[in-house]
């Protein structure tokens, strides 16, 4: 299963974008899905998770102003993010976990500034 995410682009801050994550097969066989970030300079870090069974959880910076979601028909995840801020910058990667295995998107530049 490849994934393939898409949506990024320059945004100022206070407005919102929307990431899409497309799976190349279903998505069903995944435990989690997840929207993880980069920022240049730092560590990987979870911005949200989406369970198979459609529970979400949200790291602390992005509660109330991020909304993960899923479309099973379609094989996609999606991340919106309201209100967005500079320290939002980063490099957005979507993954899927099985047991077994764990897949990641190739990433989508997100870039927050005036």
């Known amino acids: 299963v490849q994934l393939q995410a898409s949506g990024g682009g320059w945004v100022q801050p206070g407005g919102s974008l929307k990431l899409s994550c497309a799976a190349s097969?279903?998505?069903?066989?995944?435990?989690?899905m997840g929207w993880y970030r980069q920022a240049p300079g730092k560590q990987r870090e979870l911005v949200a998770v989406?369970?198979?069974?459609?529970?979400?959880r949200y790291a602390d910076f992005a509660k109330g102003r991020f909304s993960m979601s899923k479309d099973n028909a379609k094989n996609t995840a999606y991340l919106g993010m309201n209100r967005l801020k500079p320290e939002d910058t980063a490099v957005y990667y979507c993954?899927?976990?099985?047991?077994?295995?764990?897949?990641w998107g190739q990433g989508t530049q997100v870039t927050v500034s005036s």
């Open positions: 993954n899927a976990k099985t047991i077994q295995l764990d897949y």
């Open positions: 097969g279903s998505i069903f066989g995944f435990n989690d």
């Open positions: 989406i369970t198979s069974g459609g529970i979400t």
